[in-house]
């Protein structure tokens, strides 16, 4: 069974940095793309960043470029979210998510598999 745990969420002033870890277990994920995805209040979720397990080709969404870095320890099963420069608006609930489709795809496309979120608090 395939799960993936959201870990390293929390309240942060703006301008601050956090860093999200994804615990994946359940199979091997060698043919899969890894992402991130979030949801404020009252919106819809969105994609973040996304990455490919065995090359580790990235993607991300034009408001977290330069920002944001998306990584993976293939040892550990584990997919990190490193967000620096953290503004109001990042304020989410932020969802790791594993897929088979192609890493041009990820965006738009549905996930195969999702955590449970943790949630992430940027003051004024």
């Known amino acids: 069974q395939v799960q993936l745990v959201e870990s390293g969420g929390g309240l942060v002033q703006a301008g601050g940095s956090l860093r999200l870890s994804c615990a994946a277990s359940?199979?091997?994920?060698?043919?899969?793309?890894m992402g991130w995805f979030r949801q404020a209040p009252g919106k819809e979720r969105e994609f973040v960043a996304a990455?490919?397990?065995?090359?580790?080709?990235?993607d991300y969404d034009n408001s977290v470029k330069g920002r944001f870095t998306i990584s993976r320890d293939i040892a550990n099963n584990t997919v990190y979210l490193q967000m620096n420069s953290l503004k109001p608006e990042d304020t989410a609930v932020y969802y790791c998510?594993?897929?088979?489709?192609?890493?041009?795809?990820?965006?738009?496309?549905?996930?195969?598999?999702w955590g449970k979120g943790t949630l992430v608090t940027v003051s004024t």
């Open positions: 998510a594993a897929s088979q489709k192609a890493l041009s795809t990820i965006r738009n496309s549905g996930m195969d598999y």
């Open positions: 359940g199979r091997t994920f060698s043919s899969y793309t």
């Open positions: 990455i490919t397990w065995s090359y580790g080709r990235k």
